[in-house]
């Protein structure tokens, strides 16, 4: 079985995007946990997006090891140039700034909810762009139970509440970001080699992240332990195979296929965010698991 076939099956494409999701939302509890132990606080911008560089700087080079190992080319042409810059602003620098600052202001529950809004501007963008994926009932019907439970899980005191401030307004400006990235990136994955291009859009958005950041708080103003070595390293792991495997995904399949499953990341982030954040888990997050699946079903339910 080849990489297409694999990737445009529904147990590979289902699995993958499960998998790169269960990652995804193991971020949000992670990046919390991190802050305290590198004495980030919410006012501190500039530190708040020059631990972002870092991650992201870290997982560019462990992309670009991967590239030597099997191979692959290496250099940045000038052909690719303006497709890397394109998307490194939007999938890494932009994403990350308001993410980061995003979640400084909000409990890893919170954030991990309103991340899987992108999931909502991925279909939405597709829709009008590309004329063979289109909206219809089916996926309608399925967003929108995949929504309803979006908005459960946001129950976080056990009811239906939800709030909008500014760690709030930065994660849906980021879920923006994050959806027009991936469009981005697969109208550019027929030219260049997937990994090849998420090795480099990351690189080049991780440089101006660590620029933005030391303009504020210098280039090293953090002091690592051996935990706060290894979250950062983990953060950068599940960027760097997060990132090859969605653009894969995308390159194969049409954009709201893929994108659907987006709602798994805030089913993990809520998780997990209640297992090692010790954040409030409540019986309507549960309901909420229910939607959300019967969700993904329809929409990636083919017809007879």
Known sequence: MNART????????????????????????????????????????????????????????????????????????????????????FQTTLQYVLFYIGLSYSTGIQGSIISGSATFFSILLAHYLYSNDRMNMRRIIGLMLGFAGVLLASGTTGALTFSFGLGEFALLASAFCNALGGILAKNRAASFDTVYLTTYQMMIGSLFLLGFGAMGAGIAPFHFNGQALVYLLYLSFLSAAGFSLWNTLLSYNKVGRVSIYFFLIPVFGVLLSALLLHEALHKIVFIALLLVTAGIYIVNREKS
């Open 6 to 89: 694999f990737f445009t099956s529904r147990a590979g494409l289902a699995s993958t995007a499960a998998f790169v999701c269960l990652l995804w939302g193991s971020a949000f509890p992670f990046i919390k946990l991190s802050y305290p132990l590198l004495d980030i606080r919410p006012n501190e911008m500039s530190e708040q997006i020059l631990f972002a560089g870092y991650r992201f700087f870290l997982a560019s080079l462990m992309l670009w090891l991967f590239l030597i190992l099997t191979r692959r080319p290496l250099r940045i042409t000038r052909a690719a140039l303006p497709a890397l810059l394109q998307i490194g602003l």
